[in-house]
C-alpha cells in the first residue's frame, strides 16, 4: 500500500472524483455527486476517519469563476455529502507556479497540518494523475479511480486503481481495524 503508519484520514479530490464533474462550475445547482460517493464517504466516517476535500479552481485565476462561486459550489457539496473535517482550494492557474496547485503536495500537506496529522497518515483519493503525483509528492497513500478523462498512462502509473469510490475505500480500510462499541 505505500506509507507508513496508521490510516487517520481520506481526503478527496472534488470534480470528477466526489462530484460529477462541470468544468468551472460556479452554480451549486449543477452539484451532482458521483454515484456510490455519500455510501463511500458514511464509510469513512464510520471508520473513523477524518474526510477533507482537496480541488484545483484555475477558473479564479482565468476569470471565469469568483471565490464566492467558489465556495457557494463547495457548501452545496459539503451540504449534499459533508460534514467534512478540512476544505482545501486552489484559485491559481497552472502557470503561477504555486505550491497548492496539484501536482504540488501543498493542499495535502495543508490538509494534514490543519488535522493534526502526518501525510503518512492521510490518503487522497482523485480521478487524474496530477491528483496521484500530489499524494506522492506530499508522502501520502493514494488510490485513482479513473473516469472517462483519465489518461492509460495514468491508470498504469498509479499505485492502486480503484473501479469506483466504493471500492476505493475498500483499498483504503483494508488495512484500518474497524471500531469496536465496547472498550477492550
Not at 455529502?81 to 478540512?86: S, T
Not at 507556479?97 to 483519493?125: D, T
Not at 475498500?170 to 472498550?183: K, N, R
Amino acid at each position: 500500500m505505500g506509507g507508513t503508519g496508521t490510516l487517520k484520514a481520506v481526503l478527496f479530490d472534488r470534480d470528477g472524483t466526489l462530484v460529477v464533474d462541470v468544468p468551472y462550475n460556479g452554480d451549486p445547482q449543477l452539484v451532482r455527486p458521483m454515484e456510490g460517493a455519500l455510501a463511500a464517504l458514511e464509510e469513512v466516517r464510520r471508520a473513523g476517519l477524518a474526510t477533507g476535500v482537496l480541488s484545483n479552481q484555475s477558473g479564479v485565476a482565468r476569470g471565469l469563476l469568483s471565490m464566492d462561486q467558489v465556495d457557494a459550489v463547495n457548501q452545496r457539496v459539503e451540504q449534499l455529502l459533508g460534514p467534512f473535517d478540512v476544505w482545501q482550494v486552489c484559485p491559481h492557474g497552472p502557470e503561477d507556479s504555486c505550491e497548492c496547485r496539484k501536482p504540488a503536495p501543498g493542499m495535502i500537506l495543508a490538509a494534514c497540518h490543519a488535522l493534526g496529522i502526518e501525510p503518512s497518515e492521510a490518503a487522497y483519493v482523485g480521478d487524474i494523475g496530477t491528483d496521484m503525483d500530489a499524494a506522492a509528492a506530499a508522502g501520502a497513500r493514494s488510490v485513482l479511480v479513473p473516469t472517462e478523462i483519465t489518461l492509460h498512462e495514468e491508470i498504469e502509473a498509479a499505485a492502486n486503481v480503484a473501479v469506483d469510490l466504493g471500492h476505493a475505500v475498500e483499498i483504503l480500510l483494508s488495512g484500518v481495524p474497524e471500531e469496536q462499541d465496547t472498550p477492550v
